[in-house]
């Protein structure tokens, strides 16, 4: 399908203009369809977009002759593209013809891009020869499309070899899903518009001087810095003594764009926020204006909803849709090659230690050297030898560093000038001496050889003088890169994400041609402004555009861009260009970053092929892992044994034998092994095969003492003595019922998979219960043997084989383990005893053992039936027995603990305050009582379940001590970066004993861990990556970055003395009056290095670029360059940032996703089984609709019914929740006059839901409206609604208003209820926040942990650019909320940096909270480790679970296993059947709903009639009988309507294959007795009319003879009556039997592979919920033309449950039909009436169905 081609003819399917515009071959215009014309035409498309970015003011101004050279290229360009299209039109026509010209796209477009050539040379000649146009002029915006042309050189890749509508379907469903996310997306906006409306309002209010004019405010009459203000006393900052806090009506262009006046203006500002840019100063003011609770609910919640949820579900869609196209597109990129070079082979190389894969270059040309060589250069050594000089030279470039003591720069590289020309000597000599082996053909094979010689090449070059400093460095810092084949782990890695290069080249590619086409379109578009330098040139516009694609302060471009329009047009413009701007964030972050991440897990995903394969190896691996014993047990091993002997005063008959030592007998069984495997050898039995097989299944044993071997008759009796004890011993264990046989690690198993009993002889006069644990044994015989394998089926596949050899691997290895730790047991007194004091079955341990696993049984069992009860709150149940009950008391304990912590500052000490000395004591003393009784019940280190088992322990074990320590020490000085400080720092790590006492947060970390591999081999690439950026950069930039502070002074001789320099004031664009001066303060001069970066030695320049990696500082970076060495400079941190942060970073993302899939076990499933998984989870949310049925028997309600479940009344209704949410497009105040107007309007609006809820209640009843949880939230705002609008007409109150928002706020939410886009998008939300929750609350706890840290680390610190009156650490509130903003990214470097101050820059004190200095060492490891584990590592699996849980919504109709549509029409059948919409339905209604049931789902009880037996028996079977849920027989259609094979996992498959086979055997078992017993019905019937006709005939005789009494002939005639009856009674049934018989015979043989088997549940929840079934079934009358129902019957099918109860109730009781025999009678019964009750082959119906 995707080799087909497009087009037959293949000379032109290559063409960039598509084969449909090939022009005409009749026509003479032939040369158009000439190669070299359309290259021509290509690179005209390519000129022009060079000319069209050349084309502006500010370029024309800098280099004169571009206006001619552009003018003249644009006048070429357009002659050839206007001749194109005139042959173009005379071939194919313009409006007529065949293909005409106007009638096709790429025409359209072409046509398209010549009109704006031609208007682009009109408006040039206009401007430059007629100056008709100024050169500002807005009309430059004409020239914008141009770029566009690019298209034309572009397109030629553009080459699909699928078929176009596969091609068409797969962009319509991934444009569908991105316009579905889009819309989810906008819901959440526009919610957050509203609020912000309601919350916020217009944030104007500042703190100005006493004395300024409000209509004539200047920058003189602001605070220093700008302050916003509140006007209440009791919230909100207040302005200092001198200054009045009073509202600014300015001009959005001069107080800036944000706010929350109206919608729009709430939408942009919510729109910022959410792309975690400036969002921080936002809540900052509202902060100050408002209550702080408004600003931190609302900004952290969007945050979380909007930057991390639905964000990452784009993240989701794109990769979804990529593995897609991936799938379709293989052959454009081709297979996923191997790291070695294709033309090497491969070779077994076999010697008797096994069999190697080697690699053979049998083609490679020799070189000129000697065999010697040859060697020397493949040899270890060499290699070594070369990775060791790379290192060094890596070394002598780090260790280049300068200093601004007034030296020439030259004199600090003057001594590395020459070493590097010793390094490149010597690897200049490495590429000659390579060629000289390999020679030249065989040295140019390699692609690192190419590597290497272009390196040598660069690097012999920079070595001469005046480009020894140059861009040449770049070859000598790629040096590094070589170090990646030292570790083939990371070789594999680089080579896995970089190999396929043609999709992230792909990619790349994409990227740059998006960014200079959009700088090119934006430079035409706002170069016409003044005094704009950021798009005045085509660097500069590059550069605008880049930035916004980092996402780094792109609102201040977007600002001032629209700024500048307005003051160039008019107001009115700006609106358009903050559209332009946000679609283009938009589409860049939203789109291109995510296909960076879809490529990134494209190339970590595994091949189709190899994911069953890995399933196999990753199961075999745990099973190995399994036998082993920790390394804290096995230290026994080490010792000799000491087992404690037990004394026999009489002979084993004579009681109950306790275990013997099973580690004494073991060791007589492997002896007699191996004494009979030498007597096999020996006399030649079993061949040279056997014993190949026996040796290598022999396992030695390693015994600590010497075995004495005394003399042969002594041995022999001692062996039958200990065999006899051994038979005994096990005899007697059997008949008490012990299961604990012995068995032989390694011994008992044969080379097919079963366990073999040869050596545990049982003795077979025993009787008693033999289960050996046969839960263990019996099924690894049954399923492990083949014989019983072609039982189950006889289609199996060979690998089934190597399922249950691995099954029985897993069973044996865990045996083996447990077989151990119990040989451990016994002959190691103190193994298991804890503090090897306190004994093993000693009562004080098993009490400690009660205290410690006591936890919440949610098994609530019924004392009568033994029964589990159904709990109504069982979510609450299951969390009550998450952990024990101590667990419980110290997360409780460990949770206020924590409180205490939060509650110290620097003012508020623990040595100070009684109550916290006391919160910590308790805590210590929890914490020991714990720990001892933990320790008495599983011991500390010597024990299977010894409390330091892990590191969890020795976190608790560190966490108590330090405790311990500082409540025993307590100390009152505490100086800064001493001890004591350090011990306060550890004691924060208190928060994290949650995590191990929550088995869920542990589990994701040790998750974590698990994949710490892989995150470490990129953080290995992301060194490596830093480090070459680092060195370039210190040997370019070191010391040449360093200026004067005072703009006015170049030199470093004149930077001396003080001068005048402005103060920041506010970022609104105030002016000053005519007398008065920016506000400025005298500043001494100094020559230093930019604040917070530079480039003077390695170590500043890799944390200048750490920081760079997350977005932050770089445009720092990129001015300073541009200003102080040239803009051509830039292009060194562009290139960085796109490297390190576009695909560097999102390895991590990717890394991340890729382990949590592997961890979740999703990366080895296949499409099949993954889809199957995907539908487990839809199937798991899904819910019964709880619709009530229509009510048929009520006009009035029947007609309310209809009316609500009209699809325009739902309209209706949706559109009368948005125009109610509409209202709140305003912000609502008592004091503003439209607020009346829509509060009316609200409540007349709430009066139409009053009206919705009432008919719904008369529609579906109290009762049937509650069902539904929809609509219980319904009424729920309904009731509110109704209590706001009678608070809003008595009260009127500023709070009230706000009830009345939060009433219409909650009403929006149930716009998603009534979407159902909108609906399954909220469910895999919700979905990820349920499954996040643990990953959420651990993140919590690591921010509260660091901000406890901040607290006394940073917590006196002084204000910096960072550190503020809002942003600090004094408080642990402060310090999490300060955290929170640093997840985000928000200038986090800044605040690192501020943390970093030391003297003279600060003051010192003798305590670490009298001292407002910081500690560079510690900002440094806290900053740092705090944002890579957060944001890099946590974040991320926030998206890893998104992605997981998207597949709830993003499912193909045609993909997935069972579609929306299929679940649908199950939830509308179940609806229909479970009338009381409990949820759950007797087992005898499973009829109902598999009869009713249509699409995939639907079953034929005719054609499928042992299919529909089987699935009637499978849901009996599994409650007993009892009642089954919806999620019951859902789960069951779905395993019955896939491929099991193909779509279930290994385990799954085999337990799924067991059932089905026991139900298929119990079945077939069923039908047989069925069948027997018709047999002996029918047999007895004939008996019963045979004798019937006997006693006729004795009557006949007898009237005859003549007897004439009266009497004596009455009685006759009734007797002769009676028996009339009986007889028809007979043939009637005898009639009833023969159909079902041949309905059971003709079950009995159909070809189906599954099986219905009844069971007596049915008929007993028949006889006793239905009497009044049975009273109409005696009429007998038939139903088979029911119209409600046709085919579904209650009881069964065949003859009704009524008729068989009259049957079975009539031949019961007529004593004289049936013989005495109770046994006969009693089976005959019972079997007719399972028969009865399951027959599916009748028509007949009794009608009870019409009441249910």
């Known amino acids: 399908m995707l080799g087909r081609k497009q087009s037959l003819r293949g000379e032109h399917i290559l063409a960039d203009f598509g084969p449909e515009e090939i022009l005409n071959e009749s026509s003479d215009i032939d040369w158009a369809n000439k190669r070299w014309i359309r290259w021509l035409l290509r690179i005209c498309s390519l000129v022009s977009l060079v000319s069209v970015s050349a084309n502006t003011p500010r370029s024309k101004e800098l280099y004169p002759s571009l206006q001619y050279i552009t003018f003249c290229s644009d006048l070429a360009i357009t002659f050839f593209f206007t001749v194109e299209m005139v042959a173009k039109m005379q071939a194919r026509g313009i409006l007529k013809g065949e293909v005409p010209y106007l009638k096709d796209r790429w025409c359209q477009y072409d046509a398209s891009m010549v009109f704006f050539l031609w208007i682009s040379v009109i408006l040039q000649m206009f401007e430059e020869m007629f100056d008709w146009v100024d050169k500002h002029s807005y009309l430059s915006v004409l020239r914008a499309p141009r770029p566009l042309i690019v298209v034309r050189l572009i397109r030629i890749f553009l080459k699909f070899s699928m078929p176009k509508n596969r091609l068409k379907q797969i962009i319509k469903r991934s444009s569908q899903q991105i316009y579905n996310v889009t819309l989810f997306f906008l819901f959440f906006m526009s919610l957050y518009g509203l609020l912000g409306v309601q919350l916020f309002g217009e944030l104007q209010n500042h703190c100005v001087k006493n004395d ?34 009073v509202p600014l009506e300015l001009a959005k262009k001069v107080s800036g764009f944000n706010g929350f ?22 809540m900052y003011q509202a902060i100050d204006s408002l209550p702080s609770w408004r600003a931190t609910f609302f900004f952290t919640t969007m945050i979380f909803f909007l930057s991390w949820l639905v964000k990452n579900v784009f993240i989701a869609v794109i990769t979804e849709t990529f593995n897609e196209m991936r799938v379709q597109f293989q052959q454009i990129w081709g297979l996923r090659g191997h790291i070695q070079e294709e033309r090497t082979t491969q070779v077994l190389s076999g010697d008797d230690h096994g069999w190697k894969l080697l690699y053979v270059d049998d083609n490679k040309p020799r ?14 050594g060499y290699y070594l030898l070369i990775m060791a000089a790379i290192v060094a030279n890596a070394i002598a470039a780090a260790s280049l560093s300068f200093k601004h003591d007034g030296r020439k720069r030259e004199e600090f590289y003057h001594y590395y000038y020459y070493i590097e020309v010793g390094f490149t000597i010597f690897f200049n000599l490495e590429v000659i001496f390579k060629m000289w082996c390999l020679g030249l053909r065989g040295y140019w094979r390699l692609s690192i050889h190419k590597f290497e010689l272009l390196l040598a090449v660069g690097t012999t070059v920079r070595l001469i003088p005046y480009l020894f400093m140059t861009s040449f460095t770049y070859f000598q810092v790629l040096r590094v890169v070589r170090l990646i084949k030292a570790s083939p782990i990371l070789e594999d890695f680089v080579y896995k994400i970089f190999g396929p290069g043609k999709k992230l080249g792909s990619l790349i590619l994409f990227t740059m041609c998006l960014l200079l086409i959009a700088s090119s379109i934006s430079m035409q578009l706002f170069c016409f402004l003044d005094d704009y330098d950021k798009f005045e040139t085509f660097a500069h516009a590059f550069m605008s555009m880049f ?54 897990l494209d190339n970590l995903e595994l091949d189709e092929d190899f994911k069953k394969l890995k399933q196999m190896k990753a199961r075999e691996q745990s099973a190995g892992i399994q036998e082993t014993l920790p390394l804290r047990l096995r230290v026994f091993e080490k010792f000799p044994d000491r087992p404690t002997m037990a004394k026999l005063h009489k002979v084993p008959s004579d009681f109950s034998l306790p275990k013997v030592r099973e580690s004494f007998m073991r060791q007589y069984l492997e002896e007699e092994q191996e004494e009979e495997d030498g007597l096999a050898k020996a006399r030649g039995v079993g061949g040279l095969e056997d014993s190949a097989i026996s040796y290598r299944k022999r396992r030695p044993i390693k015994l600590l003492t010497p075995i004495s071997h005394p003399r042969n008759a002594d041995y022999e009796k001692k062996k039958t003595g200990v065999s006899n004890i051994i038979c005994d011993a096990n005899n007697q264990r059997l008949l008490l019922g012990d299961s604990g046989q012995i068995p032989l690690p390694g011994k008992g198993t044969h080379s097919h998979g079963t366990i073999s009993s040869k050596h545990v002889r049982l003795d077979p006069n025993v009787r008693g219960s033999v289960k050996l644990k046969q839960q263990n044994y019996d099924h690894l015989k049954e399923n492990g043997d083949i014989g019983a394998m072609n039982r189950t089926s006889s289609s199996r596949k060979p690998q089934d084989l190597d399922i249950k050899m691995l099954q029985a691997k897993r069973q044996q290895a865990e045996m083996r383990r447990n077989q151990r730790e119990e040989d451990l047991r016994e002959n190691h007194p103190y193994f298991d005893t804890p503090l090897f004091a306190i004994g093993r079955e000693s009562r004080f341990r098993k009490l400690c053992q009660l205290i410690v696993y006591s936890r919440y049984d949610t098994s609530h069992k019924d004392p009568i039936t033994g029964k589990e009860r159904k709990l109504k709150y069982k979510r609450l149940h299951n969390l009550l027995a998450l952990v024990t009950y101590l667990d419980w008391l110290m997360i409780l304990v460990t949770t206020l603990s924590c409180i205490s912590l939060m509650l110290e500052a620097a003012e508020y000490r623990i040595t100070e305050q009684p109550m916290l000395q006391i919160a910590e004591y308790a805590f210590v003393v929890f914490m020991s009582l714990e720990l001892s009784l933990k320790i008495l019940a599983d011991g500390l280190l010597f024990t299977p379940k010894a409390l330091i088992r892990d590191m969890a322990g020795v976190l608790d074990l560190f966490i108590y001590m330090v405790s311990l320590v500082f409540s025993c020490w307590m100390p009152k000085h505490v100086p800064p970066q001493s001890g004591a400080q350090l011990l306060l720092i550890l004691r924060c790590l208190r928060p994290l004993r949650i995590f191990n006492l ?28 830093l480090f070459v950026f680092a060195s370039y950069g210190v040997q370019m930039y070191g010391g040449r970055l360093a200026r004067c502070n005072d703009p006015t002074i170049t030199e470093r001789k004149d930077c001396v003395g003080v001068f005048i320099r402005k103060i920041f004031v506010t970022k609104m664009k105030l002016e000053l009056n005519e007398n008065e001066k920016y506000p400025a303060m005298l500043v001494p001069r100094v020559w230093a290095n930019p604040r917070r970066f530079n480039f003077d030695n390695i170590g500043h320049a890799m944390l200048a670029l750490f920081e760079v990696l997350s977005f932050k500082g770089w445009l720092d970076i990129r001015d300073v360059l541009k200003i102080r060495l040239g803009i051509a400079s830039t292009v060194y941190i562009h290139i960085f940032v796109f490297l390190g942060c576009m695909i560097g970073l999102t390895l991590f993302v990717g890394v991340v996703i890729a382990n949590y899939s592997e961890n979740k076990g999703t990366a080895l499933l296949t499409v099949d089984q993954r889809r199957w998984c995907d539908l487990k989870k839809r199937l798991k949310i899904a819910q019964p609709l709880h619709l009530p049925p229509r009510p048929d028997g009520r006009a009035f309600r029947a007609f309310i019914y209809d009316v609500t479940q009209n699809i325009y009344f739902k309209r209706f209704v949706a559109v009368s929740v948005i125009i109610n949410s509409s209202l709140l497009c305003v912000a609502w105040n008592k004091k503003d006059e439209p607020t009346k107007s829509l509060a009316i309007v609200s409540s007349l609006l709430n009066f139409v839901f009053v009206v919705e809820v009432v008919m719904k209640l008369i529609a579906f009843t109290p009762r049937g409206y509650w069902q539904s949880r929809r609509n219980r939230y319904d009424l729920f705002v309904t009731v509110l609604g109704v209590v706001w609008i009678i608070l809003n007409y008595t009260v009127q109150t500023d709070e009230s208003h706000m009830f009345g928002f939060l009433v219409i706020i909650l009403r929006f939410f149930t716009i998603t209820g009534k979407h159902a886009t909108l609906k399954m998008l909220m469910l895999t939300v919700g979905v990820s926040v349920y499954k996040s929750f643990f990953i959420i609350m651990g993140m919590f706890l690591l921010i509260l942990s660091y901000a406890l840290a901040g607290c006394i680390l940073f917590g006196t610190v002084k204000y910096g650019e960072g550190i503020g009156r809002q942003a600090n650490f004094q408080t642990a509130t402060n310090g999490i909320t300060l955290l929170f903003r640093i997840v985000t990214g928000e200038d986090w470097n800044k605040i690192m940096h501020d943390c970093m101050v030391a003297p003279p820059f600060c003051t010192p004190g003798s305590n670490f909270w009298e001292t407002d200095c910081g500690n560079f060492t510690g900002s440094l490891i806290f900053f740092c480790t705090f944002y890579v584990i957060i944001t890099y590592i946590v974040l991320n699996l926030l998206v890893a679970i998104i992605m997981e849980n998207f597949s709830l919504f993003y499912s193909n109709e045609e993909d997935a296993l069972l579609s929306y549509a299929d679940i649908r029409n199950f939830q509308n059948t179940w609806n229909v059947v479970d009338v009381n919409q409990r949820g759950v339905i007797p087992v005898r209604k499973i009829k109902f709903i598999l009869r009713l049931l249509k699409g995939r789902l639907e079953v034929d009880p005719e054609k499928d009639r042992l299919l529909f037996k089987h699935m009637c028996y499978e849901l009996e079977r599994l409650h007993n009988g009892d009642d089954v849920t919806f999620h019951d027989v859902l789960n069951m259609l779905s395993y019955r309507s896939v491929d099991i094979r193909k779509s279930l996992q290994l385990e799954e498959l085999m337990a799924r294959e067991e059932l089905e086979y026991i139900i298929e055997e119990e079945v077939a078992k069923q039908t047989i007795r069925n069948w027997l017993d018709n047999c002996l019905k029918r047999i007895r019937a004939q008996k019963e009319q045979s004798s019937l006709l006997d006693r006729l005939r004795e009557t006949n005789d007898a009237l005859i003879v003549g007897l004439h009494e009266d009497k004596k002939t009455q009685i006759q005639d009734k007797e002769k009556e009676s028996e009339n009856k009986e007889g028809e009674r007979t043939r009637e049934r005898k009639k009833g039997m023969i159909m079902v018989t041949r309905t059971d015979s003709m079950s009995s043989i159909s070809g189906g592979r599954k099986f219905l088997a009844p069971t007596p549940s049915d008929t007993s929840l028949r006889g006793e919920k239905h009497p009044r079934h049975d009273s109409k079934s005696r009429k007998g009358k038939p139903s088979g033309g029911s119209k409600n129902l046709p085919h579904v019957i209650e009881g069964g099918e065949g003859i009704t449950a009524g008729t068989g109860g009259q049957l079975s109730s009539d031949i019961t009781s007529n004593k004289a039909v049936l013989p005495r025999s109770a046994s006969g009678s009693g089976e005959v019964r019972e079997w007719w009436r399972e028969q009865v009750g399951y027959n599916s082959g009748s028509d007949f119906s009794d009608g009870t169905d019409k009441d249910d």
């Open 212 to 245: 300024t004019d409000i209509k004539n405010v200047t920058l003189n009459s602001l605070a220093i810095p700008d302050t916003f203000c509140s006007t209440e006393a009791d919230s909100g900052y207040q302005c200092p003594t001198g200054m009045k806090c």
């Open 261 to 282: 006046k109206n919608f729009a203006t709430s939408i942009f500002t919510v729109y910022q926020a959410a792309s975690q840019e400036g969002w921080v100063l936002i």
């Open 367 to 380: 070189g000129w050297a000697p065999k010697f060589c040859m060697k020397v250069v493949v040899s270890a």
């Open 547 to 600: 930035q916004i694609l980092t996402q780094e302060g792109w609102v201040e471009v977007m600002d001032e861009t629209m700024i500048k329009t307005m003051n160039g047009t008019t107001d009115e413009i700006a609106p358009i260009v903050a559209i332009y701007f946000i679609l283009y964030h938009l589409f860049v972050t939203l789109i291109v970053l995510s296909l960076f991440v879809a490529v990134i």
């Open 998 to 1025: 929550v088995p869920h947060m542990r589990k994701v970390v040790s998750e974590l861990c698990k994949g710490f591999k892989e995150i470490l081999l990129v953080s290995v690439l992301l060194i490596v990556l």
